[in-house]
Every structure is written in C-alpha cells, then in structure tokens.
C-alpha cells in the first residue's frame, strides 16, 4: 500500500493551496484519513481527520480555514487551505488507517509534500 501526497508549494500568505493523498495498493477498505504537519525541531502535530463516513475534526489552529474531504471511490483525500498563514508552514504528511483483509488492519503513512507560506 502507498500513499502519494502532492500539491504542496510556496504561495504568500492569505493565498490557498489545495493538498491532495491518493491510496493505491492491495486495500479492502480506507477508514479514518488524516493530515498531519511537522515542522524542524517539534513533533508532528495532527491537522485534520476524516472518516469513512465524511465526519471531520480540524486542529484549533485551522478551524474555519481549511477543509478536509475524501473521495472514496478514487481512494483519495484532500486538504482545502485557504487564507494561509506563515504559521501554517511545514511538511504536511498523510495518514490512512487501511483495511488490508476483513482480520488485519494497519496504519500508513505518505511521504511528505513541502507548504512554504511567506509573509
């Protein structure tokens, strides 16, 4: 299983990103996703989560600003950032808890895609 993030960049603050996290591999079923941003030095923080269902929680930080989503048939889930903040800055990183068989299920991690948000 992988997870492949895109759409990270460096836009200027109060501008918009869009992230992306599409799924591929042998899956029965994606449940919780979720988004997460480490920055140097800190632990990575949890941004938002989203259920199989659409239900959503967002870290105070992002509430009112950013919007997590999935597609379930594509297997993929975005990330809606809009009037970023230069303290939203930081590799943004996904996570899906899989479903590999109806006995076993494990949690991934994608790679990182980079979010430079200057002042």
């Known amino acids: 299983v992988q997870l492949q993030a895109s759409g990270g960049g460096l836009v200027q603050a109060g501008g918009s990103l869009r992230l992306s996290c599409a799924a591929s591999?042998?899956?029965?079923?994606?449940?919780?996703m979720g988004w997460y941003r480490q920055v140097p030095g800190k632990q990575r923080e949890l941004v938002a989560r989203?259920?199989?269902?659409?239900?959503?929680n967002y870290a105070d930080s992002v509430k009112g600003r950013f919007t997590i989503s999935r597609d379930n048939a594509k297997n993929t889930m975005y990330l809606q950032m809009t009037s970023l903040k230069p303290q939203d800055t930081g590799a943004y990183y996904c996570?899906?808890?899989?479903?590999?068989?109806?006995?076993?299920?494990?949690?991934?991690w994608g790679q990182g895609t980079l979010v430079t948000v200057s002042s």
């Open positions: 996570n899906a808890d899989v479903i590999l068989d109806p006995w076993t299920q494990r949690a991934f």
């Open positions: 591999g042998s899956i029965f079923r994606l449940d919780d």
């Open positions: 989203v259920s199989r269902s659409g239900s959503t």
